[in-house]
């Protein structure tokens, strides 16, 4: 168990559709990364955090969004779904930024039909 | 820019025989190497890492790596292989001194070993 902890783990939803995925870093962490997992793209950098800010961007779409609130929990918002946003959707954390290990989450698994 | 290359898709490997999974890198200054494992339905497990130091890094469950500077190579061993490595693996890259941590992963490499 690494200590990042993600809700949902599964959720299927329609196309058009918004969803919001949940992610709780390890304790102490102050650094929140997203990825998305697919099997076309592999794994793709979406977005980190650091202490309530954004600090880097990837390849994210304009229909995602993310924010980290003051607890540090942060959340990934997606909306307009469309079939190919469907995904493995990981969140992780680290303490602070450059050397420090990033720990993953288990994922949330989003199936847009 | 950073990449990273993990030219095999697929190792099969017979158990209790070595291993080797390999990993090249292109990063613009001092590279921190990562390899994480993911089992089929599971999050990404880190194994090991390279920051600075010792080019030869030991890690969970027996793994360790080797930082080849001139190579950019950054393959993962294992000198006895177990049916239970088999996984998923990935080997990922971020550029040092930076106030940012994006980490740049392989495709991934299949592992199999077989009994």
């Known amino acids: 168990d690494s200590g990042v902890t993600q809700t949902p783990k599964h959720l299927i939803t329609a196309t058009g559709q918004r969803v919001t995925l949940r992610c709780s870093p390890r304790?102490?962490?102050?650094?929140v990364y997203w990825y998305q997992q697919s099997l076309d793209q592999g794994l793709q950098f979406l977005i980190q955090y650091y202490n309530g800010e954004e600090r880097a961007k990837g390849n994210i779409l304009e229909r995602f969004s993310a924010q980290q609130f003051p607890d540090l929990h942060s959340e990934l918002n997606l909306s307009s779904l469309e079939l190919g946003d469907s995904a493995l959707y990981f969140c992780?954390?680290?303490?602070?930024?450059?050397?420090?290990?990033?720990?993953f989450g288990e994922g949330s698994w989003l199936t847009v039909v | 820019a950073q990449s990273v290359a993990q030219p095999e898709d697929q190792v099969n490997v017979a158990e209790g025989n070595p291993l080797t999974v390999k990993c090249t890198y292109s990063v613009s200054g001092n590279p921190y190497l990562f390899w994480y494992v993911q089992y089929p339905n599971r999050g990404l497990q880190f194994l090991l890492k390279y920051i600075t130091g010792d080019n030869l890094v030991k890690g969970s469950y027996g793994f360790e790596a080797e930082f080849n500077k001139s190579q950019t190579s950054f393959h993962l061993k294992k000198p006895s292989a177990l049916v239970s490595d088999s996984a998923l693996y990935f080997c990922a890259v971020r550029l040092g001194g930076t106030s940012y941590g994006k980490l740049t992963f392989g495709q991934g490499t299949i592992l199999t070993v077989h009994p």
């Open positions: 304790s102490g962490d102050l650094s």
């Open positions: 992780a954390s680290s303490e602070a930024v450059s050397g420090n290990t990033i720990y």
